[in-house]
């Protein structure tokens, strides 16, 4: 695979070689492993989701996205809308780089609605001649006829003392007359943490000093934070890079989790939270980003990649997709449940159902099959040792969502599960469940998996590269019985 040069990557999409672009929309177009219906780059890389509102009566959702290659280049935001929630309308770029203040990219922001407009507050990423980077957080306002203009000066024009370089994507809130933000950051100890700003206007910010965690140190960057009250509790959610491995946790090259605790107080930073905990289970999950809808619920969706990580679709020309949107509950007072937004039931076409008692086998379900479809499967009554399904499955791939009951864990394994994947974040992930009853709610698309475990206790998100005739759904039982009943919906 070539590996680009450093001027090649930071190249605006005007300064593509002539039949470039084409040559690489036709080389994505051959891609079999294109998703049905996850928002995904038209060519190029798309990672973090970006500016995630509701405004003029449609949800916006833009996503960092290099046209040019699958290797992190010059971002732009890249601009979709939706109704629904569940189909995506691509309107393409949003916010383009290459001013004084974004001259090496628009990087990840976020947006609010303020007089009638949409607001998109970023992170401005500049270079100078000697390569060190800038960072400006900047401005730009949408309006009801979706055009958007950026502001021609920067909002933060540099980064308070004690911190370095890495300080970037805001994410801004109201919270009585004023607007807030928190912004990721490194600390000159190369320790990862956010901070806070506040503005009356969104136009003038003023430092208001760190967020007071209980989390120092943890990791070396915080990005991406996304600060929120929900039930009477303040959540931050945030990816922390630099953990390191502990037992089932943080087995991922970088994590994304949350802590939940009383509301950030506004007067002196301070948060008094719970345990940080990951958000998810899966292989490729990070930079989650929320949303109000209108009707007050919570809504978050997350880039399906992770930062470091090849792809095999990065020889096909493009990289990334979004996951579907979930809307968060607390449960408990200190646990995140993410559940699949309702209107996603919008998109199911024809259904299928069957109920079955397994004993010692493994039983492939006529007629089940399919490579982009919603599956429920509920397993009762079992005393078996380990039960679940094999998904994408033929005779020589599978990918397989079990539970152990010995050690109670549910498993997922993506060795089988078809072209191999970079071994940086290995094939098998694990967390402890202990119930009598599973509920496995399975959205499966060309090229990804997203599995929320009874009612969104637990969820596994993964891409998965299987061969396009790797169809099959099989449920098994081993060393006992199971009772299975299944309903599956083609998307």
Avoid at 221 to 233: A, G, N, T, V
Avoid at 266 to 284: I, M, P, W, Y
């Amino acid at each position: 695979m070539h590996m680009m040069t450093r001027e090649e990557k930071y190249r605006l999409i005007e300064q593509a070689r002539p039949g470039e672009l084409a040559q690489l929309r036709d080389q994505v177009e051959r891609s079999p492993w294109r998703q049905s219906y996850h928002i995904q780059a038209p060519t190029g890389l798309l990672n973090d989701p970006n500016g995630f509102s509701y405004y003029q009566g449609e949800y916006h959702l833009f996503y960092q996205w290099f046209p040019l290659g699958t290797e992190h280049g010059m971002k732009y935001w890249y601009h979709t809308k939706s109704s629904n929630l569940a189909v995506w309308e691509g309107l393409g770029i949003g916010i383009a780089p290459g001013g004084p203040y974004d001259s090496h990219g628009a990087y990840s922001g976020s947006a609010i609605e303020k007089d009638g407009q949409l607001y998109m507050m970023y992170t401005g990423n500049t270079r100078d001649e000697a390569w060190t980077r800038h960072p400006y957080q900047c401005l730009a306002s949408m309006d009801a006829d979706g055009r958007i203009v950026k502001l021609n000066r920067p909002v933060i024009s540099s980064v308070p003392p004690g911190y370095t370089d890495h300080f970037r994507d805001p994410k801004v809130w109201k919270s009585g007359k004023d607007y807030y933000c928190v912004i990721g950051a490194q600390r000159t100890d190369l320790t990862g943490c956010a901070v806070l700003y506040r503005s009356e206007d969104l136009l003038d910010w003023t430092f208001m000093g760190e967020m007071k965690s209980g989390l120092s140190p943890f990791g070396y960057m915080w990005e991406c934070p996304d600060y929120f009250e929900l039930d009477e509790s303040g959540v931050l959610i945030f990816s922390p890079q630099g953990l390191q491995a502990d037992g089932d946790l943080y087995n991922n090259i970088y994590q994304t989790g949350y802590v939940i605790g009383q509301p950030l107080d506004l007067s002196t930073g301070e948060f008094r939270h719970g345990a940080f905990r990951e958000l998810d289970r899966g292989f490729d999950f990070y930079a989650a980003q929320t949303t109000q809808g209108p009707d007050g619920r919570r809504i978050l969706v997350a880039w399906m990649g992770l930062p470091d990580v090849a792809y095999p679709t990065d020889t096909h020309g493009w990289s990334g997709c979004l996951t579907i949107p979930r809307q968060l509950t607390i449960q408990g007072g200190n646990k995140l449940i993410q559940q699949p937004v309702p209107e996603l039931a919008k998109l199911r076409k024809t259904q299928s159902g069957a109920t079955l008692t397994l004993k010692d086998e493994v039983k492939h379900l006529n007629g089940f099959d399919g490579t982009s479809y919603e599956l429920i499967c509920e397993i009762s009554m079992f005393d078996a040792e380990e039960l679940g399904l094999e998904f994408r499955a033929s005779g020589h791939e599978k990918t397989v969502l079990k539970y152990d009951t010995g050690q109670k864990k549910i498993i997922l394994d993506r060795t089988f599960s078809g072209q191999a994947m970079d071994e940086i974040n290995g094939n098998i992930r694990r967390c402890g469940f202990n119930a009598d009853r599973l509920k496995f709610h399975l959205f499966v698309d060309t090229s990804s998996v997203e599995i929320f475990i009874n009612d969104g206790e637990e969820v596994f998100t993964s891409r998965i590269f299987p061969d396009p005739a790797s169809k099959e759904i099989r449920l098994f039982c081993s060393g006992g019985t199971a009772e299975f009943r299944v309903c599956k919906w083609d998307i």
